[in-house]
């Protein structure tokens, strides 16, 4: 932290100390693609994460730096513009918490200086613009001393997700963001927003995030068709059930009512919805009676789910989860995040971890030609302030 101050004394030309804001990154522990379909999914927050220090400025300029893009430098607008601009690249994402807090009634009246520094790995898909959006959330919260609602927040960040940036997602990462919780898991309705927190005490196991590398260049249009197939497995179903969405299926409904749905492929992807929203329910007990070995063969259910009836893991991700499956110490791996590239996950014995990353790692690279990035992800807090370096 104080390498960071000082860098936002030099890049912004001030002895001010700067306030210091976190926000971290999320994976998803199960509950894959059941978000878009009225289900639950089982997130955590992780150690790694954005940090944002900043200043109120007196004028009305608005001046941000990220560390992680120094060539592109200090990116400045004014509080009276905060439109979209392409040039503006990644600053994009303050602006627009700026935007829609001013527009849902927050007294921001003046600029500010802020400094971004992100360590989530690049393209890992552990969500790291839901962690910029929601780190600049707490930092205008904090130095306007503004008293929001972290529900509001979440909804805010994913609002500059969905409009000012123009992409389709759902609300889990910056909810798992806005409110993570050390050492816990969150179970979420993405349709209520109803949540509860599941304990996640790991002791003599980690969990290990496992990068293919693999950039996931089909998961754009393959996710439209997947939610397409979705909802016509769903048209299908309302005329036997009084249902809103998948979610609301549970698996004797299912197997009772299948054969409505007409089309195979259509009724692969619903199973897939129907059993898998059970499995976080089911994940949720597990880990409330710690039992993790439970826990980790709902995590290989959940990937065999996502290969063959969903069909949304590929060649790479699914050589490193069979890969990890095989290694002593596992006790469940599968893919994370909406698939076709991306990362895996795995809860390995801490003892095993290096014997497992390099047998992995071996295996992976052999088949598919090229290396993959491994990561210890610690299940830490939400977004917060900082102060003398120690997460408030």
Not at 118 to 140: Q, R, W
Not at 304 to 311: A, F
Not at 366 to 372: E, M, N, S, V
């Amino acid at each position: 932290m104080s390498d960071l101050t000082k860098q936002f004394q030099q890049t912004f030309t001030t002895t001010q100390t700067p306030r210091s804001f976190f926000a971290p990154g999320r994976i998803n522990l199960i509950g894959e693609h059941t978000d878009y379909n009225g289900g639950n999914v089982l997130p955590a927050s992780i150690s790694f994460g954005t940090y944002a220090l900043g200043v109120k400025r007196r004028d009305q300029k608005l001046r941000f730096y990220s560390v992680n893009f120094p060539d592109i430098g200090v990116i400045e607008c004014d509080l009276a513009d905060l439109s979209y601009e392409a040039g503006h690249d990644w600053a994009n994402y303050p602006k627009g918490m700026l935007l829609y807090l001013q527009e849902a009634g927050y007294k921001i009246d003046h600029g500010v200086d802020v400094l971004f520094y992100g360590n989530i790995p690049n393209g890992a898909g552990l969500s790291s613009s839901a962690s910029i959006e929601i780190a600049t959330g707490v930092l205008l919260e904090g130095l306007f001393e503004l008293n929001i609602n972290r529900i509001d927040i979440i909804r805010i960040g994913q609002k500059v997700e969905n409009n000012y940036i123009g992409v389709n997602s759902g609300i889990m990462d910056q909810f798992a963001i806005g409110i993570g919780k050390q050492d816990h898991a969150i179970l979420l309705n993405c349709q209520t927003l109803n949540y509860q927190y599941a304990p996640l005490i790991l002791e003599d196991h980690v969990i290990i995030i496992m990068n293919t590398n693999k950039q996931r260049t089909l998961a754009g249009s393959k996710y439209n068709e997947r939610r397409a197939q979705c909802e016509a497995a769903l048209s299908d179903l309302q005329t036997v059930l009084p249902i809103q969405a998948l979610g609301d299926v549970t698996i004797d409904a299912f197997e009772d009512n299948q054969f409505v749905i007409k089309n195979e492929i259509n009724r692969k992807r619903a199973r897939h919805i129907v059993y898998e929203n059970a499995r976080t329910v089911e994940a949720l007990e597990k880990l409330k009676q710690n039992d993790l070995i439970a826990f980790g063969k709902l995590m290989n259910a959940s990937h065999i789910s996502l290969r063959d009836d969903y069909e949304v893991s590929g060649i790479e991700l699914d050589t490193i989860v069979e890969a990890a499956w095989n290694q002593p110490g596992v006790l469940g791996a599968r893919m994370t995040g909406a698939g076709f590239g991306g990362c895996a996950i795995a809860i390995v014995a801490r003892e095993e971890v290096e014997k497992f990353k390099n047998n992995v790692s071996a295996v992976y690279t052999k088949k598919i030609g090229y290396a993959p990035t491994f990561y210890m992800a610690e299940i830490g807090d939400g977004a917060k302030e900082i102060s003398e370096g120690v997460l408030k």
